[in-house]
């Protein structure tokens, strides 16, 4: 990933290219997929654009829930064509439609990063990067390293910790974060996650 996460404003100057995590182990097992790159690249650039931040605060509207099947976006295909099955395309389209209608396109992600409860900077994160229906499939992870219940990921609320290591042993990471879901009209909610995380060398933390 080597797009900037973070549409800073022009007084502050971009720190210099960091070198992007291709995966990360967690409890013995490596990931190599977009949600183990997108977390530590976050707090990477986080830190070295902000070095006081402590705090990263995303929020996002969605219809969309934490789910585990979206773990695996193979059996989330499936299980949408066994859906579809024997419906008719001209129902799926108006179907569609109508939910576009309803709830528009996905929305873009909205990020603060706070240092001991002040503000260092409010922005959206770039569309082509992630927007609120992508974002779903990320934090999932989060809760799925935190190892939360497969049951409890339909509650309002979340919390959890657990300690990613960069696979090329540079870098170790302590997420801790939290989650919200508060409901905002038929249909839609808002998801706001927030991140204390930590950054240390290998044998800090």
């Known amino acids: 990933m080597t797009t900037r996460l973070l549409n800073l404003p022009d007084d502050v100057t971009p720190p210099p290219p960091i070198v992007s995590c291709e995966a990360i182990k967690v409890g013995g097992t ?6 183990a ?11 070295a654009s902000f ?5 990263i605060e995303l929020t996002a509207l969605t219809a969309d ?3 585990p099947v979206r773990l695996d976006p193979h059996a989330e295909l499936q299980r949408d064509a066994e859906r579809l099955a024997g419906a008719r395309l001209q129902d799926v389209i108006q179907d569609t ?7 528009g396109p996905p929305g873009l992600i909205g990020i603060r990063l706070l240092a001991s409860g002040q503000e260092l900077y409010k922005s959206e994160l770039p569309a082509d990067c992630v927007d609120a229906e992508i974002f779903m499939y990320l934090a999932g992870w989060l809760l799925e390293w935190a190892r939360i219940p497969h049951a409890d990921w339909s ?6 910790q657990f300690v990613a290591r960069d696979a090329r042993g540079r ?5 801790r974060f939290d989650t919200l879901r508060q409901h905002v009209s038929e249909g839609l909610h808002r998801i706001t996650l927030t991140l204390d995380p930590r950054v240390a060398g290998p044998t800090e933390l």
């Open 30 to 35: 490596v990931y190599r997929h977009s949600a």
């Open 37 to 47: 790159k997108f977390w530590p690249r976050l707090v990477d650039e986080s830190f």
């Open 51 to 55: 070095p006081s931040c402590t705090r």
């Open 65 to 67: 829930g934490f789910d």
């Open 97 to 103: 439609l109508a939910q576009l209608e309803l709830l």
């Open 155 to 160: 509650a309002d609320r979340h919390d959890g």
């Open 171 to 175: 870098t170790v990471y302590l997420f």
